[in-house]
């Protein structure tokens, strides 16, 4: 006698079974297994254009805060302003962002799944390129591009010859032919173009990579500096000639080349004859004498704004410019404590400009000077002196005096364009009785209390100049140019597969049916179907369909 089970019904266990029991046993991943699923991950395309986003959306607070390779002063100056969570942002190394940790994580990141992106699709395309076309589909007819078209008997043409004849067709259109069953009753071949457009996108994607390269060259051996220079003196490429200098990771000082500039004159040319722009500049140039090495011969050569110098491997770049006063300073016991020009930094289109004079050789109390230069001084109506042109029509110095420490010995970098007054006493102010010091050209002001004297002697230009040596610069322009070029061939070609079959009816007509397909979108296909569709009536003699042929338009789309 046999038992009948009753099956359980869906969705219900049966009873007695146990609710802890595994349908389905999902074997340990393991260490290995990990790292290969983490590896796949990394080196999709998606991964890719993730990090790419992150990386542009890291690069943001690089532009939001000031960064120290930059201007170091300007990040002490933000953390002594904002003392309360300026440190936590220098911990994140918001002030040095592209140095940072995390910014060089996603940077190598990338750069491992762009490598781990392009490698295997190379591959799988030159695997690709020497596999022969897909069979020919079974039904043609299915395909979103289809055609036929008829031989007449009267031309003797058979399968095997139309056959070559569309060959040959395709073949002028640069598709890969594969030909198969030639001596069967139905031939046919595939046929695919489009080749160069995976070729295309490798190259955009190894481009890539190359300008990730080029621009770590540049910021592991570039440095870039700043140098302000006054007409009649000469900068020489040490560490020393800098006002700032700002070197790569592991570039060395024994790389700079040893040229020389020597600023000749500094020329501006302003608007004189329209009313509207009257007072614009409207042409710089800075006249300098360089020198390749100590012992090269010296050239003149022209220095202006966007046509920079290129001399020892550096670019020059005239980023600035404004008048340096020659200013003499006599302290207390009548020696000269300083002489020579000192550059004032302009704030306006008609070169007001603040001038900061610091005597740290004064004796028996150090000097310090603050105030404006104006290049054309009027007064207005209050009494307020103020320029009222850019060239130095009038060139005047508006000064307050102090004495005291300066601070220079306490070891503490100190902006020469800023003067602290904290631990200095004034001599001279507006609201002092010995009144501000105000001088011409030429003149000579005495200091309250037999402090010393200040003399105005003459007047100079000064330049400032950016000196940028980065290596990876042009590699770095001519990846993003082939780049470009790989872009647009990838964007812009279509990858497309034809299959052609013909067959002889029994009255001796050559009968052909035709089909294209896209792989992806390719908004140029019916085009393309059209011209082939034209091509085989041209080396058949066939014309419309008074020539035998047939729409080309999809016959089944079943």
């Known amino acids: 006698m046999t038992e009948t089970v009753k099956k359980p019904k869906r969705g219900r266990k049966p009873e007695g079974a146990s609710s802890s029991r595994q349908d389905v046993a999902v074997p340990a991943l393991g260490p290995i297994g990990m790292l290969r699923w983490a590896w796949t991950q990394l080196t999709s395309m998606r991964t890719a254009l993730l990090l790419l986003l992150l990386l542009a959306v890291a690069a943001v607070p690089g532009s939001l805060f000031p960064q120290r390779p930059a201007n170091p002063a300007v990040v002490t100056q933000y953390l002594k302003d904002h003392a309360d969570y300026g440190p936590w942002l220098d911990k994140l190394q918001l002030f040095d962002v592209y140095s940072s940790y995390w910014f060089s994580a996603i940077y190598l990141l990338l750069f491992i799944s762009l490598i781990g992106c392009i490698i295997p699709r190379a591959r799988a395309h030159w695997k690709a390129l020497r596999t022969a076309p897909p069979r020919t589909p079974r039904r043609i007819s299915r395909l979103p591009q289809y055609g036929t078209l008829v031989i007449p008997a009267a031309q003797g043409a058979t399968a095997s010859s139309a056959l070559a004849d569309a060959a040959a067709v ?4 640069r598709y890969r032919v594969d030909t198969r069953d030639t001596d069967g009753e139905r031939p046919h ?3 695919e173009v489009g080749y160069v457009r995976e070729i295309g996108n490798l190259v955009f994607h190894t481009s890539l990579v190359g300008v990730l390269v080029s621009v770590a060259i540049g910021g592991l ?6 140098r302000t220079l006054v007409e009649g003196e000469t900068f020489v490429n040490t560490l020393v000639g800098y006002d700032q200098f700002s070197p790569g990771t592991d570039f060395q000082s024994a790389w700079l080349s040893p040229y020389s500039v020597q600023l000749d004159k500094f020329d501006v040319r302003y608007d004189r004859e329209s009313v509207k722009q009257f007072g614009q500049p409207i042409d710089f140039n800075a006249s300098v004498t360089t020198k390749d090495s100590p012992d090269a011969p010296a050239q003149k050569q022209t220095l202006k704004v966007n046509d920079p110098l290129e001399i020892g491997g550096t670019g020059l770049y005239l980023v600035g410019n404004g008048y340096a ?5 006599r302290d207390g016991k009548g020696n000269v404590a300083l002489q020579g020009p000192v550059p004032a930094i302009p704030t306006d289109a008609v070169y007001t400009s603040t001038m900061v004079i610091k005597v740290p050789d004064a004796q028996p109390d150090q000097l310090g000077f603050v105030g404006f230069f104006l290049p054309a001084a009027q007064l207005n109506d ?3 002196a103020y320029s009222a042109d850019p060239d ?10 102090y004495y005291g420490d300066l601070g220079l010995n306490s070891g503490s970098p100190q902006n020469v364009y800023n003067l602290d007054v904290k631990n200095l006493k004034q001599l001279n102010g507006r609201d002092l009785p010995a009144k501000g010091i105000v001088l011409d050209a030429g003149q000579t002001y005495k200091l309250p209390d037999g402090k010393g004297s200040i003399t105005f002697d003459g007047l100079k230009r000064f330049i400032a100049i ?3 040596h980065n290596p990876g610069q042009v590699p770095a322009l001519i990846f993003a140019l082939v780049a470009v070029g790989g872009l647009v061939i990838s964007l812009y070609t279509g990858r497309r597969r034809a299959w052609v079959r ?3 009816a029994e009255d001796g007509r050559v009968m052909v049916e035709y089909g294209l397909l896209a792989r992806g979108e390719d908004h140029g296909l019916a085009r393309e179907t059209a011209r082939i569709r034209k091509a085989l009536q041209e080396r058949w003699g066939l014309d419309g369909p008074a020539g035998g042929s047939t729409a080309g338009t999809p016959a089944d789309n079943g």
């Not at 395709?170 to 259109?173: A, C, H, P």
């Not at 051996?221 to 700043?226: D, I, L, N, P, R």
């Open 221 to 226: 051996f570039g440095y870039s500096g700043q």
């Open 466 to 468: 950016d000196i940028r």
């Open 392 to 401: 130095p029509l009038k060139p005047q110095l508006n000064l307050n005096s």
């Open 189 to 191: 071949l595939g046929a």
């Open 382 to 384: 209050a009494g307020i």
């Open 325 to 329: 006063p020659v200013i003499t300073v």
């Open 170 to 173: 395709l073949k002028g259109r």
């Open 502 to 504: 013909t067959g002889t």
